[in-house]
């Protein structure tokens, strides 16, 4: 039971990372010290994406499901949690591309309205 509740609590762990590389330059509005931080954690979402890599935490994740007695997976986090809700067929390199184009889309926005407003006589 241990070893699902920490597959669980990876997944979610994973999940937030997610949305802090897509919309964590948000938080960098009220926290500017986050803004370090934030560079990184989008540096490493687009380079995962852009070189089809599969993030450290999914085969961490699998290997607690195993250890628990529960079926893993053998796709990338996105693909298998986050896929099925977006897209309805598997995960292509073209579609890594384009989420990989759409978190550095995202966060240019954000950051040129951060710059923006820091410009701001």
Partial sequence: MIYSLAAD???ILHLLFIVFVV???LLVFKWHKLLLLHLAAVSWGVMVEFNHWICPLT?????????????????SFIEHYLMPLIYPAG???DTQLLLGSFVLVINLIIYSLLLRKTTKP
Avoid: F, I, K, M
Avoid at 59 to 75: K, Q
């Fill in 9 to 11: 609590a990876l997944l």
């Fill in 23 to 25: 919309l964590g330059g």
């Fill in 59 to 75: 085969p961490w994740e699998n290997s607690l499901r195993r250890a628990a007695g529960e079926a893993s997976y053998h796709t």
């Fill in 91 to 93: 995960l292509t390199y």
